[in-house]
């Protein structure tokens, strides 16, 4: 996979210094550390009164919502979809996840020092209105999109353990997620906290008795017999385990925005080390879950009845107990990331809790979805490498951006109605059209380059970031508004 030749240590050297906005920030909304209110407004900056938190908190913030089996699905699709060894989907593993868990570090330092979501401080690179593009992507695949394929992952697991209805599960899982994305940022890292400790156990364990009963050894093995594994198997679990990595990149700062000016570095250390460790033990075991059953054997129409009859009885129910917990702690970041970006688009509502009126609204869209989806989770597959497709060009601008142009102190754009960078939005969207066009390898479409060449794999991320670097440096010159300062203690103006 291409990528950019920036370690963590590295990237935050390189990149400019983030403005310094804190003296721009709202007034106290009385917010503060409380757990059981309610978080007011939207997606505007953070002020310092309000700042609290530290920096190792975005450890089990980025590890209890990996912890599902969603995590481990990756890594059975890219033994047994994609006709991958043992040790070749690790390596896609291992390398995908290090590139996903890499950007997110460097993303999620930006928050401390501006005390802005990530939605918002993408409008540098895309301009106030161009950021309506990636901010509303964000949106919808984040509160629709992975929101529905977390549900039915909680679902099925909680169906399995109660032998309730799987519809009835879905509402069950589905209203524990909107209660804590409603209530909002402190009440979801407190989750995240106490859910840690049960998740990394439960999981640590059935790792253990997984991997021992694995085949690691094993030639490649594919859905059907007599199938062959799929060509560039190993670039195509390379996207999806990136894609599975990234999929959390565009939410980092939303998470720090909370923490004290100067501890940005050490949170993107920890939100980058949560992100990676918990991604490739989980997609590891469940490589691994595949060479212990074996492709023909493997449940279809319910793999996580699959992956729990590798374990005893009592453990296969705490697992259980465990994907459902892991769905809940990823869908409530999920859902309220969903609604700062939908505020970040710069659309008023009347209401002092816009967040969490959009989060309801959102995680109802997204129940519907997965109520149509609860049999059919085998699409998630295509939907990983679609998250993928966006995000890389996405990350392309943001990145370009900060390396190109030189952060001043009290910079305006991210409140600025009027400020405009044409360069963002264009790059963006030609890298990605142009990379899915000729790269993309799916089901439903395969691009000209796949289609001639199978061996390639999809290279779709790949193309769409180096694109949309190439066409921003090409741009911005001439299309990227004057980036404008105010004097030291102006207050910011609500953006939502």
Not at 68 to 88: C, D, H, K, R
Not at 418 to 430: D, E, H, Q, T
Not at 471 to 481: D, F, S
């Given at each position: ?66 912890m ?21 989907a ?6 995908g ?8 570090a ?21 301009g ?64 995240e ?117 590798l ?46 009126v ?90 000209l ?19 949309a ?14 980036i404008?300062?105010?004097a ?9």
């Open positions: 996979m291409t990528r950019p030749d920036l370690s963590y240590r590295a990237a935050t050297r390189m990149i400019p210094r983030m403005a310094s906005s804190l003296q721009h920030t709202p007034a106290d909304r009385h917010y503060g550390a409380q757990i059981t209110a309610v978080e007011p407004g939207g997606a505007e900056g953070i002020a310092l009164a309000e700042r609290h938190g530290k920096p190792v908190q975005l450890l089990w913030t980025w590890t209890s919502p990996n599902e089996f969603a995590t481990i699905f990756v890594g059975v699709i890219s033994v047994l979809f994609f006709g991958l060894t043992f040790w070749q690790m390596a896609a593993i291992v390398l996840s290090a590139l996903g868990s890499v950007s997110h460097v993303l999620s330092s930006w928050g401390p020092s501006t005390g802005f979501c990530q939605m918002v401080l993408s409008r540098r690179a895309f106030f209105l161009g950021n309506v593009l990636p901010a509303g992507l964000n949106s919808l695949t984040a509160g629709i999109g992975w929101f529905a394929v977390n549900s039915v992952s909680g679902a099925l697991a909680l169906s399995a353990l109660t032998t309730i209805p799987g519809w009835l599960a879905l509402v069950i899982v589905v209203v524990f997620m909107l209660a804590i994305a409603y209530f909002g940022h402190n009440l979801i890292h407190a989750f906290r106490y859910a840690f400790p049960v998740l990394t156990v439960v999981f640590l364990i059935g790792a253990v008795v997984i991997l021992a009963k694995s085949h690691p050894g094993l030639g490649p093995l594919v859905a059907k017999p007599g199938a062959s594994p799929t060509p560039g198997g190993f670039w195509i679990a390379l996207g999806a385990t990136f894609g599975y990595a990234a999929g959390w990149n565009p939410y980092a700062s939303d998470y720090t925005r909370y923490l004290s000016p100067g501890t940005g570095r050490a949170a993107g250390v920890f939100a980058g080390l949560g992100v990676f460790v918990s991604c490739v033990l989980l997609e590891a075991v469940g490589a691994g879950a595949v060479t212990a059953i074996g492709g023909a054997a493997w449940n279809y129409d319910n793999p996580v009845a699959s992956y729990t009859s374990l005893p009885t009592w453990l296969a129910k705490l697992t259980l107990l465990g994907i459902c917990l892991g769905a809940i702690a990823a869908n409530a970041l999920n859902v309220y990331s969903s609604a700062l970006s939908f505020t970040a688009m710069g659309i008023k509502l009347p209401t002092r809790r816009s967040r969490a959009v989060a309801l609204v959102m995680g109802a869209a997204g129940f519907v979805i997965a109520l149509i989806g609860l049999r059919n989770i085998a699409s998630y597959e295509n939907f990983l490498l679609v998250i993928a497709y966006w995000i890389g060009p996405w990350l392309g601008v943001v990145f370009a951006d900060r390396l190109l142009r030189r952060s001043e102190d009290h910079e305006m754009v991210y409140i600025d109605e009027k400020y405009r960078n044409w360069a963002g939005p264009i790059a963006m969207l030609v890298a990605g059209i142009l990379s899915i066009w000729l790269f993309s390898n799916q089901t439903k479409y395969v691009g380059v796949p289609k001639q060449l199978p061996g390639v794999g999809d290279l779709t991320f790949e193309v769409g970031f180096v694109l670097v190439a066409l921003y440096a090409a741009l911005y010159r001439r299309l990227a508004g004057a404008g300062t105010g030291a203690g102006t207050s910011f103006s609500r953006s939502n």
